[in-house]
């Protein structure tokens, strides 16, 4: 078969003249180009501005960049010995004079190169001592080059590895396949969006953009090119994230929940404060999908001490009320446990039964219990993952809600889903701030709720970052703290590889606590990974009903726990923690009335990157602050639950800086799939081609929720 009859988008590589099968084998291996449209999508990392001439005088002192520029060779000469042998050729113009240094094929050069005759130069100038030298540039008379009729005003640059580089695939021969590829294709190029669009959102046609994002004809057409490409990376993907979310609406029957009954009332009145605005919003989201008849799949966003968990049982109280069960499934057993205490203490009243299962949970009670869940006597299941287990069978289940989603894995997930059918609702939950960016594109398909407001009691924690050293200093302070009623964390680093130095660190640091903070006047809790479940239920018990007013623990701590009392917590090694897991950890303290104070301890030597997050802890309370300033730190392949998804791999799209662009993305496609649902309008037809394409050939990105 020839490459013309296969679709454009499958024609392999090998249909490009010069690419045998030696360099086609390389371009599958170490670029995974494998047709001519993995090569026209293959784009330049930068591009060299050739479109001026540079007078020597001219050039910057410290150029960054390739520079053209025209002279005469008024001289050359032979230096150096051995590995520091070169040939030296002096290069002037009327405005100066500079060197061009080569230290390979010198006999040759020396040979070819000729004196007093235009050339043009191409490279990068670097200065050594007073003058400026360019290695090994690139260089041709000036009328040959006017001969070769190749003007491009910006030289692509591509990347290539050594072994390319070996098999002749440098960045010009990809750079030369990519211009044979445009001559003789790019009228197979079809155009992916309908006029209609490309006018609304003066988008460039796409032949044109891929044609000048290979070889930009001006800076402003490069821009527009990009800006074209970027719009068909996001908006295609919003499209099928809207469209797999629409029709999951669509098809997915849920079970109706109208009624708002005595339990929620109850417990609504009980309630010891007012619910924030923000908190009430989400309610009112919430019930409208679960009265729509259909299933419901939300995620909850909130920071830190937001309230999400009052905000999630009155939720489950609705679905109660309804004749459901409920369950709410947190990451670890001190998680899992606080939520049933604080949830039975609120329900004591209720005549409602809650019950609590966990890996530690005992087998003869587990089995009364798993038969009264089936048979519906108990109305609230809270657990850890011990919760999905298949064993786990609910007479009617109605709603699931997941605390802290990020510890847990899609699959998980999808195995509440088969807990009941239909499935029950889904309400997840987590406190790790997803910038707006990541949260489109990762959730795409669920239904957003955010909680951006504290609860008004709330002081601002204020944060401090001090040297170890400064220790002395700082403890009078946080015995005052003590003597004042108040109750301190002190949070120790897990080093994932080795628990014994973890605990090693933990058991040191505790030493030195008990020294400054003897008995009998103090007491200390001690929290670590390698404690049985009940000894360390026993020391949280003692922290939590202020028997000891430190608990110094390794960051076991990190999610949910909630003891107002709790004013100061000191991290120490902070510049081993993660903005986020900082962020998570300063949210322990600030949630009753006392002005509190978060405590970053860390070395002296601390790279560039730990001294500015550990200032943007001091500088902000702003957990999506903090999120959106880590994605431009590290960018987005170290966020929770991207990692291994791979649907972070755009070729132009940068979530941390193309936010603007995301969110028009996102606004084109729901607008266009408001008026056109099943895309079946015939002016949408390059819309609905396209991405029957991308379909058969793209990673699915909805899999992963
Ligand atoms: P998170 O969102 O981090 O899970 P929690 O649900 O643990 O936060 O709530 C933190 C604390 O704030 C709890 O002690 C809770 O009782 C309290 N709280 C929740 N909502 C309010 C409110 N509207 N006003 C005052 N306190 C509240
Ligand atoms: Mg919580």
Known sequence: ???????????????????????????????????????????????????????????????????????????????????????????????????????????????????????????????????????????????????????????????????????????????????????????????????????????????????????????????????????????????????????????????????????????????????????????????????SGRQMNRLLQGDVGSGKTVTALLVMLIAIDNGFQACLMAPTEILAEQHYESISRTLAESGLRVELLTGSTRSALRKKMLEDLKSGAIDLLIGTHALIEDKVEFGNLGLAVIDEQHRF?????????????????????????????????????????????????????????????????????????????????????????????????????????SRDFPEPYYHISLVHGRMDSADKNREMERFATGKTQLLLATSVIEVGIDIPNASVIIIENAERFGLSQLHQLRGRVGRGSEQSYCILLSGDKLTAESRRRLQAMVDTNNGFELADFDLKLRGPGDMSGTRQSGMMDFRLIDLAKDEKIISYCREIAKNLLREDPTLEKDENREIRLHLDEIAKFRVDYLQIS
């Open 409 to 513: 894995g899609v699959e998980q997930r999808a195995k509440l889903w088969r807990k009941n059918d239909p499935p029950p609702h889904v309400l997840v939950m987590t406190a790790t701030p997803i910038p707006r960016t990541l949260a489109m594109t990762l959730y795409g398909d669920l239904q957003l709720s955010v909680i951006d407001e504290l609860p008004k009691n709330r002081k601002p924690i204020l944060t401090y970052h001090y040297s170890q050293r400064a220790w002395p200093e700082v403890y009078p302070f946080v015995r005052k703290q003590i003597q004042a009623g108040r109750q301190v964390f002190v949070v120790f680093p897990l080093i994932e590889e080795s628990e014994a130095l973890d605990l090693q660190n933990l058991m040191e640091g505790y030493e030195g606590f």
């Open 1 to 291: 078969m020839t490459g013309d009859m296969l679709p454009f988008w499958q024609t392999p590589v090998e249909s490009l003249k010069g690419v045998g099968g030696r360099k086609a084998e390389i371009l599958k291996k170490e670029l995974q180009i494998f047709t001519l449209y993995d090569l026209l999508f293959y784009f330049p990392y930068k591009y060299v501005d050739k479109s001026r001439f540079y007078r020597i005088s001219e050039v910057p002192m410290h150029a960054q960049s390739y520079l053209q520029i025209k002279g005469v060779i008024t001289g050359m000469q032979v230096i150096g010995e051995k590995r520091g042998k070169r040939l030296v050729a002096l290069f002037q113009d009327d405005s100066g004079s500079m060197e061009l240094v080569w230290f390979n094929g010198i006999a040759y050069m020396e040979k070819n190169l000729k004196l007093n005759r235009p050339y043009v130069v191409f490279g990068k100038p670097q200065l050594f001592g007073q003058r400026f030298s360019i290695t090994h540039p690139e260089i041709q008379l000036e009328e040959e080059r006017a001969n070769s009729g190749i003007s491009i005003p910006f030289q692509p640059f591509y990347n290539t590895s050594e072994k390319m580089k070996r098999s002749g695939l440098d960045s010009r021969n990809i750079s030369r396949l990519c211009m044979q590829l445009l001559n003789g294709y790019s009228h197979r190029i079809e155009e992916s969006l309908p006029h209609h669009l490309l006018q609304a959102c003066r988008l460039m046609p796409l032949r044109e953009a891929l044609t000048n994002i290979h070889f930009p004809q001006s800076d402003a057409l490069l821009k527009a090119a990009r800006y074209r490409l970027k719009f068909d990376e996001m908006f295609f993907l919003q499209l099928q994230l809207l469209r797999h979310r629409q029709n999951r609406q669509v098809s997915q029957e849920g079970f109706p929940m109208p009624k708002i009954g005595d339990n929620f009332h109850k417990c609504y009145e009980k309630l010891p404060f007012g619910l924030t605005d923000a908190q009430k919003r989400v309610i009112r989201e919430i019930r409208n999908d679960l009265v």
